[in-house]
């Protein structure tokens, strides 16, 4: 459970930023080759300065860059600024006053448990009801963006000589050119996990079919994400059923009250919780509470979002013990590798300990491709 002390907020900034990706990234619903996104700035009475970030995610969450700020700037700014509360208490007023806007929501929301964590000495996975340990550390994956058999190959053998030993493949096309895939990618690094990501590509009877087709042919899946349409609970519940592998839902689970949805459909065996989906991380805490409630496990991962928000993300695994899987390697695929601290990942994530998110403070002038 969160626990922190009263603050009051006496300022809120934004800003763009925009950086280029070290190879495009692409999903089954779309293609990224550089990410703009808003960095947020809220300052404490006390003069302390936390920060947030959100990446621009028009085909998820609807929300471009310059709407991020233009939210942050404008109705947001205006619920918080010279009032006194809590994280959770700033989140609940965010979410009044925009309805949606979960990216920027986010921004704000991580910028003031940075804040306070830095005023109260405190590193935010132990605001969260978690703690710091040194050595505690998640096996990370890298992702392997959906493209033709013989990159997705490269790609694999790229992220296993940087230490990844779980490879996260974007799937979601033509069924037959998907397991072609995923045996380029196996006969690249035949030790490699994968997990698999189909983006809501598929039927759910062609989900059956293409999972079983994996299960007979030995290919060593561990988890399968979002195989269906978001909407499609029914569906998603017949792909359990029969799946040889267990099911993850990540665009099915925005909020707690859609995990409640999925886990009385009886349609995933985990959730994917991410902070550009619930706004909030108190939001995150409580679904992956609702998780642990109902013997589900979870994930957190990440869209293509800088560091800011991804280790906040990190902060938010280690609070939970249902949250059993991460997905945080975006910072991996960003030019810029600003700011330091937070958190490294190398195949293994671990936090760096430090107040706050433990990161140094991004400034404009650190990154040459803001807009």
Not at 323 to 330: E, Q, R, W
Request: proline share 5%; glycine share 10%.
């Amino acid at each position: 459970m969160a626990t922190t002390g009263s603050h009051r907020i006496v300022r809120v900034t934004a800003r763009l930023h925009a950086c280029p990706l070290l190879r495009p990234f692409v999903t089954a619903q779309r293609r990224t080759e550089a990410v703009a996104y808003a960095v947020c700035e809220v300052q404490l009475a006390d003069g302390t300065v936390g920060q947030g970030t959100a990446a621009e995610t028009v085909a998820v969450t609807g929300e471009s860059a310059e709407s991020v700020v233009a939210n942050l700037t404008g109705p947001l700014r205006a619920a918080v600024e010279g009032v006194t509360g809590t994280p959770d208490e700033f989140a609940q007023l965010a979410r009044r006053v925009v309805d949606g806007a979960s990216s920027a929501r986010g921004a704000l929301d991580v910028a003031v448990w940075d804040a306070i964590g830095k005023a109260e000495g405190r590193a935010v996975v132990e605001l969260l009801g978690g703690s710091f340990d040194p050595e505690a550390a998640f096996d990370s994956d890298m992702t392997v963006s959906l493209e033709d058999p013989e990159t997705m190959a490269r790609h694999a053998r790229e992220a296993v000589a940087d230490g990844y030993r779980i490879l996260k493949v974007k799937l979601g096309g033509d069924t037959a050119e998907d397991v072609e895939r995923l045996h380029a990618v196996v006969a690249a690094e035949p030790e490699v996990r994968l997990r698999i990501d189909a983006n809501q590509g598929w039927s759910p009877e062609g989900a059956v079919t293409m999972l079983q087709t994996m299960h007979d042919e030995g290919l060593p899946i561990e988890v399968v994400e979002q195989p269906v349409a978001k909407a499609d609970l029914q569906g998603m519940a017949l792909v359990r059923r029969e799946s040889p592998f267990p099911i993850m839902a990540d665009e099915s689970v925005w909020t707690a009250a859609d995990a409640q949805r999925v886990l009385a459909a009886e349609a995933a065996d985990m959730l994917n919780i991410k902070l550009a989906k619930t706004g909030s991380l108190g939001e995150g805490l409580k679904i992956a509470q609702l998780a642990q409630d109902a013997g589900v496990t979870c994930m957190v991962g990440a869209m293509m979002e800088p560091k800011i928000g991804i280790t906040a993300a990190a902060h938010l695994a280690f609070a939970s013990p249902s949250i059993t899987m991460v997905d945080l390697d975006p910072p991996a695929w960003f030019a810029s590798a600003l700011p330091a601290g937070g958190m490294v990942d190398d195949g293994r994530l671990r936090l760096l300990g430090g107040p706050g998110l433990g990161l140094d403070m991004l400034r404009p002038e650190d990154d040459p491709h803001r807009g």
